[in-house]
């Protein structure tokens, strides 16, 4: 098959890595790629949310197949305009990926779902929703109802902090257009971890599961980013957990979706929280998760490509996935200042030697090249992923890797995998 990767982080990366692996991939271009990708694909320079050239790009190189990374192409609706023109699309509708390309229509369907969640209050009004925060108090998360990159959730500690949000959110328009409403929600307490299953109408394979690192520095501390790191599996959830997770939120949610008209056809991932009273959807995405796709890809013995096609293809019982028992565990490093303003085109050097570690595997997101020279070109720059009998192995590989990096301009949290750790 010839296949196209639309994408350019760490997760496409990922994904390139692993289906090139496949004795069914022929062709695999990605666009628009980056320095990394360029080494297992032909990068094609057409941005990920360009609908229409991305659509003309499978047609003209007659791509069989195409797997959509980011979640702003699935909500502009690339996976319908390439069934429109008979190509193969792994990836939901525009409607069905409404369920991550709005807090408020997630937060409406769980409950109609009877899944659980957060208690919340939905607003499009800066004075309603403040008059809101002085009647419940804090702490309580606010959250742009639209795509934010993963920086639209922030977490208010006390009410100026949140009075703070809801202006930096509806009146400053720091998300554009994603801002125009917000959810306010119960802040709750607990363990986080990530979960997902590939899915075709209501019927839905389970993965294995994941924990991320939202917090930019150690400790959990600063503010929220698309994540600086992750490990598989998450040891909260057990076999019986995963169990429940499926009977009681997945299932439920695709049920809803498809009786809504909006079949699901993808990755659904689903963010949960383990609280004292019971595990609580933080969010779904529909897609997988970065960096939590790289530590997933790390452990997958089974073809890629033959999973992804059987479920665009709705032959679900035709996926057996088997997984190495080693967890994995990926760094992400960023550009100094993410996830605010950072500066574009430092210097990278010694990704050779780093990648001789070892059991480490390493997967470029905002990076392009230069002559011979490797320049940041983002804000997650690079994910520094390894794979070990134990996860203290994996973290004490994936330092090692990281020490060797070059980069001044660059950090990374020295943490990634504590929660693992501790319980070991």
Same mark, same amino acid.
């Given at each position: 098959?010839?296949?196209?990767?639309?994408?350019?982080?760490?997760?496409?990366?990922?994904?390139?890595?692993?289906?090139?692996?496949?004795?069914?991939?022929?062709?695999?271009?990605?666009?628009?790629?980056?320095?990394?990708?360029?080494?297992?694909?032909?990068?094609?320079?057409?941005?990920?949310?360009?609908?229409? *050239?991305?659509? @003309?790009?499978?047609?003209?190189?007659? &791509?069989?197949?195409?797997? +959509? $990374?980011? %979640? #702003?192409?699935?909500? /502009?609706?690339?996976?319908?305009?390439?069934?429109?023109?008979?190509?193969?699309?792994?990836?939901?509708?525009?409607?069905?990926?409404?369920?991550?390309?709005?807090?408020?229509?997630?937060?409406?369907?769980?409950?109609?779902?009877?899944?659980?969640?957060?208690?919340?209050?939905?607003?499009?009004?800066?004075?309603?929703?403040?008059?809101?925060?002085?009647?419940?108090?804090?702490?309580?998360?606010?959250?742009?109802?639209?795509?934010?990159?993963?920086?639209?959730?922030?977490?208010?500690?006390?009410?100026?902090?949140?009075?703070?949000?809801?202006?930096?959110?509806?009146?400053?328009? *720091?998300?554009? @257009?994603?801002?125009?409403?917000?959810? &306010?929600?119960?802040?709750? +307490? $607990?363990? %986080? #971890?990530?979960?997902? /299953?590939?899915?075709?109408?209501?019927?839905?394979?389970?993965?294995?599961?994941?924990?991320?690192?939202?917090?930019?520095?150690?400790?959990?501390?600063?503010?929220?980013?698309?994540?600086?790191?992750?490990?598989?599996?998450?040891?909260?959830?057990?076999?019986?957990?995963?169990?429940?997770?499926?009977?009681?939120?997945?299932?439920?949610?695709?049920?809803?979706?498809?009786?809504?008209?909006?079949?699901?056809?993808?990755?659904?991932?689903?963010?949960?929280?383990?609280?004292?009273?019971?595990?609580?959807?933080?969010?779904?995405?529909?897609?997988?998760?970065?960096?939590?796709?790289?530590?997933?890809?790390?452990?997958?013995?089974?073809?890629?490509?033959?999973?992804?096609?059987?479920?665009? %293809?709705?032959?679900?019982?035709?996926?057996?996935?088997?997984?190495?028992?080693?967890?994995?565990?990926?760094?992400?490093?960023?550009?100094?200042?993410?996830?605010?303003?950072?500066?574009?085109?430092?210097?990278?050097?010694?990704?050779?030697?780093?990648?001789?570690?070892?059991?480490?595997?390493?997967?470029?997101?905002?990076?392009?090249?230069?002559?011979?020279?490797?320049?940041?070109?983002?804000?997650?720059?690079?994910?520094?992923?390894?794979?070990?009998?134990?996860?203290?192995?994996?973290?004490?590989?994936?330092?090692?890797?990281?020490?060797?990096?070059?980069?001044?301009?660059?950090?990374?949290?020295?943490?990634?995998?504590?929660?693992?750790?501790?319980?070991?």
């Amino acid at each position: 098959m010839d296949v196209l990767v639309v994408g350019s982080g760490g997760r496409e990366h990922a994904l390139c890595w692993a289906l090139r692996r496949s004795p069914l991939c022929g062709r695999l271009l990605c666009a628009p790629g980056n320095a990394g990708i360029a080494k297992v694909a032909d990068c094609v320079a057409v941005a990920a949310d360009d609908i229409a *050239a991305l659509v @003309e790009l499978a047609r003209s190189e007659r &791509i069989d197949f195409v797997v +959509i $990374g980011p %979640e #702003a192409p699935l909500v /502009a609706g690339l996976a319908d305009r390439l069934r429109e023109a008979g190509i193969l699309a792994f990836g939901p509708s525009a409607r069905a990926a409404e369920i991550e390309g709005s807090k408020i229509f997630m937060k409406e369907l769980c409950e109609r779902c009877g899944v659980p969640t957060a208690a919340y209050g939905r607003f499009d009004e800066p004075d309603e929703a403040k008059a809101f925060i002085r009647r419940h108090g804090a702490p309580l998360v606010v959250k742009a109802d639209g795509l934010a990159a993963g920086k639209g959730v922030i977490v208010c500690h006390n009410e100026n902090e949140a009075y703070a949000a809801i202006d930096h959110v509806m009146i400053e328009s *720091a998300f554009g @257009e994603a801002g125009a409403q917000v959810v &306010i929600e119960d802040f709750l +307490i $607990g363990e %986080e #971890a990530s979960f997902f /299953a590939l899915v075709h109408g209501e019927q839905a394979v389970p993965l294995v599961s994941a924990q991320d690192h939202k917090a930019a520095f150690d400790g959990d501390q600063g503010p929220n980013t698309g994540g600086m790191g992750a490990y598989s599996p998450a040891p909260i959830i057990t076999p019986a957990v995963a169990g429940e997770i499926m009977a009681k939120i997945i299932r439920p949610v695709i049920h809803g979706l498809a009786e809504d008209g909006r079949p699901y056809v993808g990755v659904l991932y689903a963010g949960l929280m383990f609280t004292h009273d019971g595990i609580k959807v933080l969010e779904f995405n529909a897609r997988f998760g970065d960096p939590e796709c790289q530590p997933l890809i790390l452990r997958l013995k089974s073809d890629l490509l033959a999973a992804l096609v059987a479920c665009a %293809e709705g032959r679900m019982e035709d996926i057996a996935l088997d997984w190495y028992p080693d967890p994995a565990l990926v760094v992400v490093m960023a550009t100094q200042g993410y996830p605010g303003h950072y500066a574009r085109g430092s210097l990278i050097e010694g990704l050779e030697e780093a990648a001789q570690v070892p059991g480490v595997s390493i997967f470029h997101a905002g990076t392009r090249r230069e002559g011979d020279r490797l320049l940041a070109d983002g804000g997650r720059v690079l994910g520094v992923a390894a794979r070990a009998p134990t996860v203290p192995r994996a973290q004490e590989l994936a330092y090692s890797a990281v020490d060797r990096i070059v980069w001044p301009d660059g950090f990374c949290r020295r943490d990634i995998g504590w929660r693992a750790i501790g319980r070991s």
